[in-house]
């Protein structure tokens, strides 16, 4: 099993950046890709960026694009979305997951985090 804790949510300007970080226990999350999803209300959760177990591979939805950034530190078990210039359409909770295999859907992913919430004022 693998237990997921992100952190670093907020309430941010328009403009601005926050830094999520996702910790992991139970079990070494360097054999997993990790994936980073959103979900606002009345919406269905979306995958905004992913990394393979190596990190050379990354996924970026359109949506986010030059402005998040996944990365991972195996060593210290964790996952890292940067999110800057930040929009008020961001404004969602944000949960971190974890998946055996390369793939961009939900369902594909074995353990989620609880989330944290992100909320971007105009």
């Known amino acids: 099993q693998v237990q997921l804790v992100e952190s670093g949510g907020g309430l941010v300007q328009a403009g601005g950046s926050l830094r999520l970080p996702c910790a992991a226990s139970?079990?070494?999350?360097?054999?997993?890709?990790m994936g980073w999803f959103r979900q606002a209300p009345g919406k269905e959760r979306e995958l905004v960026a992913a990394?393979?177990?190596?990190?050379?591979?990354?996924y970026y939805a359109d949506s986010v694009k030059g402005r998040f950034t996944i990365s991972r530190d195996n060593a210290k078990n964790t996952v890292y979305l940067q999110l800057n210039s930040l929009k008020p359409e961001d404004t969602a909770v944000y949960y971190c997951?974890?998946?055996?295999?390369?793939?961009?859907?939900?369902?594909?992913?074995?353990?989620w985090g609880q989330g944290t919430q992100v909320t971007v004022s105009s």
């Open positions: 990394i393979s177990w190596s990190g050379k591979t990354t």
């Open positions: 139970g079990r070494t999350i360097s054999s997993y890709a």
């Open positions: 997951a974890a998946q055996r295999t390369w793939n961009t859907q939900v369902a594909a992913y074995d353990y």
